[in-house]
């Protein structure tokens, strides 16, 4: 019996067909968000502590800088942030592939502009919350979702 991830025209699963893919992400994503600040927190007072205490009198750069980095880097290595693989969640892209270095890198600048301009923020809430696959803003633009990691199995 073929299933949605061994079918080799396999694509981003139908919520319809396959809601599991999708169960709870958005409050997931909620979890490892909050995670992947922790870890980045961590990280940046590190990094204060390496750089003499220099570091601090550009904290918010040095933070900006370390999380681009660490989102940019872990989506490129495994299609999810730290946070992600702690809720089993993945970001696969619209023909249900893992993550390359340039779609987590245009993932993460997407993240980046939605933090930085409120309203996209919300737009990017408000279609997680009512959209069939719960994708945000940069998801829809790049045609990417975040699915269950125990789904796939």
């Given at each position: 019996m ?6 080799q025209?396999w694509?981003?699963p139908d ?13 997931k ?5 909050v995670?992947?600040v922790?870890?980045i927190?961590?990280l ?6 390496l750089t003499?205490?220099?570091g601090?009198?550009f904290?918010p750069?040095?933070?900006a ?5 660490y989102r940019?880097?872990?989506?490129a290595a495994?299609?999810?942030t730290?946070g ?5 969640l ?10 390359d270095?340039a779609t987590?890198?245009l ?7 939605s933090?930085?301009i ?6 990017s ?5 009512m959209?069939?696959?719960?994708q945000g ?8 979702a975040?699915?269950n990691?125990?789904?796939?199995s």
């Amino acid at each position: 019996m073929q299933t949605a991830m061994t079918d080799q025209s396999w694509a981003l699963p139908d919520p319809d067909t396959h809601p599991e893919f999708y169960a709870d992400t958005v409050a997931k994503r909620a979890v490892a968000w909050v995670a992947d600040v922790i870890a980045i927190s961590v990280l940046t007072g590190i990094a204060v502590v390496l750089t003499a205490f220099i570091g601090a009198f550009f904290l918010p750069l040095l933070y900006a800088t370390i999380s681009f980095l660490y989102r940019w880097w872990s989506l490129a290595a495994r299609s999810a942030t730290p946070g992600m693989r702690l809720t089993s969640l993945e970001l696969r892209t619209r023909e249900g592939q893992r993550f390359d270095t340039a779609t987590a890198f245009l993932h993460t600048l997407g993240y980046f502009l939605s933090v930085a301009i409120f309203p996209l923020q919300l737009v990017s809430i408000v279609l997680m919350l009512m959209s069939s696959r719960k994708q945000g803003l940069t998801d829809h633009v790049l045609g990417t979702a975040a699915i269950n990691r125990a789904a796939v199995s």
